[in-house]
């Protein structure tokens, strides 16, 4: 598991690293086998922009993406719907593990 924090055209303080490091610390609760997170925090003119990329086994990567005013703000909408796609995922693998295509039985052919 690597957490990686960085920032592009802000300098990321201890508060920023801090409240993304809980963030992303928060994200294992959602989904097991999450092998990378990455967070990026930029400012654009007047907005700023958080953004969570996760990496999982069997190639999953997603992604969230969120703009405010205010980067902890920011960070929150990214986290909650980054956990709302983890959740989604684990839903999808726990509905589709174990249920193979059901076969008509032998004795109902005959």
Known sequence: MQITISGHHVSVNESMRSRAYEASQKLFRFFDGITNIAVKME???SQCIAEFTVLARQSVTLTSKAKARDM???LDEATEKI???LTKRKEKLHDHRGHGA???STSDQE
Request: glycine share 0%; net charge positive.
């Open 43 to 45: 400012v654009d003119s």
């Open 72 to 74: 902890r703000k920011a």
């Open 83 to 85: 956990e709302r796609q």
């Open 102 to 104: 059901k076969r008509p």
